[in-house]
């Protein structure tokens, strides 16, 4: 089964910049898709096809893929941002399948 | 406005058949491409897509969980209905419905590979 694998946290002082890293093998050759959520909501997507973001998202939010391992990258982070973040892929090989990653708990510190 | 929300028991059985049902609005079920989706989050937050239900009556499960579950969908009410069998306490979860957008041009279809917007979701115990 494909694996997607984040770190558990990533901590990042206001104004900064997070990198929230998912690796799985060959990413690259997939379209990753981001979520966001926050205690007690529902995730909500940020991210998409690698590099796209919803209307409504900030540019701050960013994403890139290549090798074996995709990133999401939030600029000049503030408060609002603390949440979990999890990457997903759609798997078309043999079954139909939907994977997401293991999830990265972001602290505003 | 899109806008999706789940209802069902709170709590089952061991054994028992979950049955939640996912109410829609702002889009419909009938349009090609179109997709409505299940995904659960369990306490320790991991994330696990169930199964997918398309415009055309075409369904997707998880193959690990394919054995349990049902999808089916009532287009007229702008519902999906989830079936999952014989339930054990590991299958405590928050059950979360999901859009998925599609397009058709001509006879060719599209859909896109992410979930989006989520309803707010529903928490399932299961428990003697």
């Known amino acids: 089964s494909y694996v997607l694998t984040q770190p558990p946290s990533v901590s990042v002082a206001p104004g900064q910049t997070a990198r929230i890293t998912c690796g799985g093998n060959n990413i690259g050759s997939k379209s990753v898709h981001w979520y966001q959520q926050k205690p007690g909501q529902a995730p909500v997507l940020v991210v998409y096809?690698?590099?796209d973001r919803p209307s409504g998202i900030p540019e701050r939010f960013s994403g890139s893929n290549s090798g074996n391992t995709a990133t999401l990258t939030i600029s000049r982070v503030d408060a609002g941002d603390e949440a979990d973040y999890y990457c997903?892929?759609?798997?078309?090989?043999?079954?139909?399948?939907?994977?997401f990653g293991t999830g990265t708990k972001v602290t505003v510190l | 406005q899109i806008t999706l929300k789940e209802s069902g028991p709170t709590l089952v059985k061991p054994a028992q058949t979950l049955t939640l049902t996912c109410t829609f609005s702002?889009?419909?079920?009938?349009?090609?491409?179109?997709?409505v989706g299940w995904i659960r989050q369990t306490p320790g937050k991991a994330l696990e897509w169930l199964g997918l239900i398309y415009w055309n009556d075409d369904k997707r499960y998880n193959p690990s969980l394919k054995n349990r579950l049902t999808i089916t969908k009532d287009t007229s009410k702008n519902q999906v209905v989830l079936r999952m069998t014989n339930m054990e306490p590991v299958d405590t979860a928050t059950y979360y419905c999901?859009?998925?957008?599609?397009?058709?041009?001509?006879?060719?279809?599209?859909?896109?590979?992410?979930?989006?917007?989520w309803g707010q979701g529903t928490l399932v115990a299961v428990s003697s």
């Open positions: 096809d690698d590099n």
């Open positions: 997903q892929v759609w798997i078309s090989s043999g079954d139909h399948l939907y994977v």
């Open positions: 999901a859009h998925k957008r599609g397009y058709c041009v001509s006879t060719d279809c599209y859909e896109y590979d992410w979930f989006d917007p």
């Open positions: 702002g889009f419909s079920l009938s349009s090609g491409g179109v997709g």
